[in-house]
């Protein structure tokens, strides 16, 4: 069944079982500071028809990548401090964050096997990222 409201956002599906959660700046926090597996969070506003066409694909495949990553959206039209501070300049944008770190991004709308491996990918060489004062760098250039 799926979760109500929560005070950190609304849930998006049903609680471990890839739910994208919504996020505000003060949930944003929290979740940051909570995980330590692969965060991903779209940067998104209403009125954006790609953000729209990504819902759908953004959902499957979380749903299919339950337990890997946590995944989450945030609203860029209500939460300026968070798209100043990762550097959000188009929506929607897919930001890869490792214990609240920038890792990579996706810019755009893509196909849901580019969005699938590119978390698979982080998921997997998250181990690197925790482990190390680096921080991975990714080059995505949006071409599977």
Do not use: W
């Not at 005070?7 to 700046?25: F, H, P, Q, S, Y």
């Not at 909570?34 to 940067?43: D, N, W």
């Not at 998921?123 to 680096?134: D, E, G, H, L, Y």
């Amino acid at each position: 069944m799926p979760q109500s409201n929560t005070v950190m956002g609304v849930r998006m599906g049903d609680k471990g079982k890839g739910a994208i959660e919504e996020l505000d700046t003060e949930g944003f926090e929290k979740a940051v500071r909570a995980r330590e597996m692969l965060m991903i969070v779209e940067f998104y506003t209403n009125s954006c028809p790609n953000c729209k066409a990504m819902e759908p694909i953004y959902r499957k495949v979380a749903s299919d990548l339950a337990g890997k990553a946590y995944c989450a959206r945030v609203n860029a039209q209500g939460h300026m401090e968070l798209v100043m501070r990762y550097g959000i300049q188009s929506v929607p944008t897919f930001k890869f964050l490792c214990r609240g770190r920038p890792v990579g991004e996706i810019v755009g709308a893509v196909n849901e096997t580019l969005l699938r491996n590119t978390i698979v990918d982080m998921a997997q060489n998250r181990a690197k990222c925790v482990n190390s004062a680096t921080v991975l760098s990714y080059d995505l250039t949006g071409y599977a």
